[in-house]
């Protein structure tokens, strides 16, 4: 069975200043890894994933996130946040050939101004 | 393209009701899962439908769930007689097939409160 941690259920921060959300994951077997965003009263959105290859993957709006194998982990990071992130993030993973996500407890960011 | 539907958006039922929650896929995807968050805690899997069949039911919490997906287009989840820890949110997902990279593309939720 897979699990995932979210160490930080909650991560105010101000405009512009980076952000990191951290995110530890175990399984015996391969996974894969994404990143989930939820904005307010909208639904889940893909933001980012990890299937192979570089381990640094990024999404269009300026996330970042790295797999670290040997760390087990895929912490997601900003260098400068905006107001519209604010948001609750999941991370996520999903066992190769698999068909089912294991989430985290999710991790709400604040952007202040 | 429509992405996923879910009908309704908040249901609020009382202890012993039943509840039918719907949810329309994205137009050919095959693959059709339900998920549930309840309040302060990790979003969860429920199973997964390959077009009309249940491929995986592992997540279903007890008999008191029945979720169908007739003609493998969209699929209702009842929930009956609901129960108060059944309240929380709940996800539909589809995807088409996983060549495409496993990315399951979620709907907005329904929002049920068991009083």
């Known amino acids: 069975a897979q699990s995932v941690t979210q160490l930080d259920s909650q991560v105010p921060v101000f405009e512009e200043a980076p952000v990191e959300l951290r995110c530890n994951y175990s399984?015996?077997?391969?996974?894969?890894l994404f990143w989930y965003v939820q904005y307010p009263n909208q639904g889940l959105q893909l933001l980012l994933k990890y299937l192979s290859g570089s381990t640094l993957v990024e999404s269009i709006n300026g996330f970042e996130a790295e797999f670290n194998k040997s760390q087990t982990s895929f912490h997601l990071r900003k260098p400068s946040v905006h107001i519209s992130d604010t948001a609750e993030y999941f991370c996520?993973?999903?066992?190769?050939?698999?068909?089912?996500?294991?989430f985290g407890g999710g991790t709400r960011v604040l952007v202040k101004p | 393209e429509a992405g996923v539907t879910q009908f309704p958006s908040h249901s609020v039922i009382e202890k012993g009701q039943t509840v039918t929650l719907r949810c329309d896929p994205i137009s050919g995807h095959d693959n059709l899962y339900w998920y549930r968050r309840v309040m302060g805690k990790e979003i969860k899997f429920l199973l997964h439908f390959v077009k009309e069949s249940k491929q995986d039911e592992s997540g279903m919490p007890n008999n008191r769930f029945l979720a169908e997906r007739t003609g493998g287009t969209y699929s209702t989840l009842k929930v009956q007689p609901a129960e108060l820890e059944d309240s929380g949110v709940y996800f539909c997902a589809s995807s088409h097939v996983r060549e495409f990279g496993y990315e399951q593309y979620f709907g907005p939720g329904t929002r049920l409160t068991v009083t």
């Open positions: 996520a993973v999903i066992k190769a050939a698999g068909n089912k996500l294991t």
């Open positions: 399984s015996s077997v391969s996974v894969y």
